[in-house]
């Protein structure tokens, strides 16, 4: 089984919104802007992955609606923090994430055809699950910045739909 890149906030206790009772637990929002940012960089670098490695069309196009969806969110998130002059701020969190996702791509690299397909669609369904959670249970009800909250707000919705085309391209790639 593949790691997936959000079980590392899951180890981390980070899902698990009644772990943060206090205050003082919940990520800033310097620490929300990175995790969020770091999030969607993981999901352009697998997107890539799959349009250069894929021949399966559904699985292309649904990488290039990642590339395009996630690459837009983050020029926005990058923008916002720019106005804000806020800096990002590198955490645990993060850094668990990314360790996490070079691990899956490494593995990703390995696989063709519809192996390949395979992993990268049900990781992709069950990523896109944690970070639909992340945001709504951890995310958003911690950040502070009313324009923070409403890009991550946006950016649920559109996730929430790549959650639903992942399962999709999933269904049909059995």
């Known amino acids: 089984m593949f790691i997936r890149p959000f079980a590392a906030l899951a180890m981390l206790g980070v899902l698990a919104a009644p772990t943060f009772a206090d205050a003082a637990d919940k990520p800033t929002d310097p620490q929300i802007a990175h995790i969020a940012y770091t999030a969607g960089v993981i999901d352009i670098e ?28 983050n020029k926005q998130a990058l923008d916002l923090v720019k106005k804000l002059k806020v800096t990002p701020e590198d955490n645990d969190t993060s850094k668990a994430l990314t360790k996490a996702a070079k691990a899956e791509r490494a593995k990703l690299k390995k696989l063709k055809g519809a192996a390949f397909d395979k ?17 709504e249970t951890l995310l958003i009800p911690s950040a502070q ?28 790639l059995k």
């Open 46 to 73: 697998a997107a890539k992955l799959a349009v250069s490695k894929s021949k399966t069309k559904a699985v292309v196009d649904f990488a290039k609606d990642m590339l395009r969806d996630h690459e837009a969110v």
């Open 145 to 172: 910045n009313a324009e923070l909250k409403s890009l991550l707000e946006t950016g649920l919705k559109i996730f929430q739909g790549h959650e639903m085309h992942a399962e999709h391209v999933a269904a049909g």
């Open 119 to 135: 992993a990268y669609i049900d990781n992709e369904v069950a990523y896109h699950k944690q970070v639909d959670g992340a945001l």
